[in-house]
């Protein structure tokens, strides 16, 4: 069983679209993540989730928003799609705090802007 | 800010040889230093970890040294093999040593030749 499975893998998509990217942990863990790894492999943690509460929020756009439906899943929206967009995205869980040790990367969404 | 400065960028080693990694640190507030792997078309994984009560870890072939006057932190891979092969990102974290808030370096793209 995958432990944080993703979906799409590959997503290739217009400049001005909205799309969303899927995740989903059968680990019980309690938060979860998104990162950007752009063209250089450079990680950078955009959002990450705790019982459904947002705790870290960076930088990001506010064309991009974290939505969580339950505990196992976090999926990612971006509206209105722009050629810097571009980058893999991964969705990670750990489990809080002291009690963790490990963030587990699901495989990666490749995101073309064209 | 870089709060966690990797080099090398890439590194080429021998079948056999050494792969040495480093990375150097800024915030006295980091207790927890892991080290991830990461193949082509996969996400990070979680190779190996240190706190800094101790000075190195190791786990097969794969030793952590740490400094922590010094605030720098290496990967050292004995016998380095061909599917060591992978890139490479140091990370830290000061939120009780968790997974929570990680900051990863750069990235050192290792390719060790047969």
């Known amino acids: 069983d995958t432990a944080v499975s993703q979906t799409p893998k590959y997503l290739v998509t217009q400049m001005g679209n909205d799309k969303s990217i899927k995740c989903e942990q059968n680990l019980g863990h309690d938060t979860m993540y998104w990162y950007k790894q752009d063209s250089k492999k450079f990680l950078k943690i955009m959002f990450s989730y705790n019982n459904k509460e947002l705790i870290i929020n960076e930088t990001v756009p506010n064309r991009f928003s974290p939505k969580s439906p339950d505990k196992a899943h976090l999926n990612l929206h971006i509206n209105s799609l722009e050629l810097g967009d571009s980058a893999v995205y991964f969705c990670?869980?750990?489990?809080?705090?002291?009690?963790?040790?490990?963030?587990?990367f699901g495989q990666g969404t490749r995101l073309t802007v064209v | 800010q870089q709060q966690v400065k990797q080099s090398p960028q890439s590194l080429i080693v021998q079948k056999g040889g050494i792969s040495i990694i480093n990375c150097a640190y800024e915030?006295?507030?980091?207790?927890?230093f892991p080290w991830y792997q990461q193949f082509p078309g996969k996400g990070p994984a979680l190779l190996i970890a240190?706190?800094?009560?101790?000075s190195e870890k190791k786990e097969g072939r794969f030793t952590i040294s740490f400094n922590k006057s010094a605030k720098q932190f290496s990967l050292h891979i004995m016998d380095s093999q061909p599917g060591d092969s992978a890139t490479y990102f140091c990370a830290a974290s000061d939120l009780g040593g968790g997974a929570d808030g990680l900051t990863f370096g750069k990235g050192t793209h290792l390719i060790i030749q047969p």
């Open positions: 990670a869980s750990s489990r809080p705090g002291r009690r963790s040790t490990e963030a587990f």
């Open positions: 240190i706190r800094p009560d101790v």
């Open positions: 915030n006295t507030a980091f207790d927890y």
